[in-house]
């Protein structure tokens, strides 16, 4: 019997960990199904003035996590700036602002998510640069997971802070709200591009091959789209189906999201005509079947 693939449900991480010169990794506090240890915040610079990537989702246990990485590594925090606008990454700056005062916090907009926090907020997008000392951020616009995602090219290392489109386990859930695999394939390919060195995920472990996880993300996407369409090859099925035969070697505790991603693929072929559904207008009780 095959091993079972590797997932977060169950991984730990240090609170605080020095993955790079540049680069130190706060933990969130925020463990769950969808975060595995929690998500991870990033000190990146090598100044006394340092930006920090993601705020997590504002648990108070979060805070003293965060002001014991800036003590140890002997900096403040200069601004804020943000992956995307989902919870587990901005929900946190309410409280990083209330503990160490105004500071300037940076993202792609996404109006219909954005109102939803009490945060003042700068609009960045592809391209912009942000600057401290020893480290310059350079924003990729890479949407799919998330309307707003935005990557970051780590200049000086040609390393990359994926946010949730390259975990450091398992793989990325395209939701409902804001998702599109198609866009989300597109960005993958225009990471892929860009050759990275080390990846520094939302979520997970650093990844030391960059370009080889992203090959690899993108022939998973692949192989899953094909299992799919062979699953579909018995006859028509409802989603929870096709995730009991393609997702088999997986925790059942995972198979509500694997059935997202499942909906991802089949509203991705159901554009290129190569599906078709009937029934229930909700993609999730539809039920599909190959045109």
């Known amino acids: ?5 590797p997932v977060m449900v169950g991984l730990t991480l240090p609170d605080i960990d020095r993955w790079s010169e ?7 506090q925020n463990p769950g199904l969808f975060t595995g ?3 991870n915040t990033y000190l990146v610079g090598t100044g006394r003035s340092r930006i920090l990537l993601d705020t997590g989702d504002g648990r ?11 003590e140890e590594t002997g900096c403040e925090i200069q601004e804020i700036v943000l992956t995307h606008g989902h919870v587990d990454h901005i929900g946190g700056a309410a409280g990083v602002i209330g503990q160490r005062g105004k500071l300037r916090v940076s993202k792609h907009p996404w109006p219909a998510s954005d109102e939803n926090f009490d945060v003042e907020l700068t609009s960045i997008g592809h391209g912009d640069v942000i600057q401290t000392e020893g480290a310059t951020l350079r924003a990729v616009h890479t949407p799919g997971h998330a309307i707003d995602h935005l990557c970051f090219v780590l200049e000086e290392e040609r390393s990359l802070f994926s946010g949730d489109n390259v975990l450091g386990v398992g793989t990325t859930v395209i939701p409902a709200e804001g998702g599109d695999l198609l866009d989300y394939m597109s960005s993958l390919e225009r990471l892929l591009a860009l050759n990275p060195g080390a990846i520094y995920p939302a979520h997970g472990p650093c990844i030391p091959d960059g370009t080889a996880k992203l090959r ?12 799919i369409i062979e699953a579909l090859g018995s006859g028509p099925q409802r ?13 059942k505790a995972l198979h509500a999201p694997a059935g ?3 909906c991802s693929h089949l509203l991705k072929l159901e554009r290129e ?7 229930d207008e909700r993609p999730i009780e539809s039920v599909w079947e190959l045109s």
Request: aromatic fraction near 6%; avoid cysteine; hydrophobic fraction near 35%.
């Open 1 to 5: 019997m095959a091993d079972p693939p």
């Open 22 to 28: 540049r680069v130190t990794v706060a933990l969130g």
């Open 37 to 39: 240890p929690g998500t």
């Open 60 to 70: 108070p246990e979060y805070l003293p996590v965060l002001a014991k990485a800036t």
């Open 216 to 227: 690899e993300y993108i022939d998973h996407r692949n192989d899953r789209e094909r299992q």
């Open 239 to 251: 989603i929870p189906e096709i995730v009991a035969v393609v997702y088999a070697a997986y925790p």
């Open 260 to 262: 997202q991603s499942v």
């Open 273 to 279: 005509s190569r599906v078709q559904r009937s029934g």
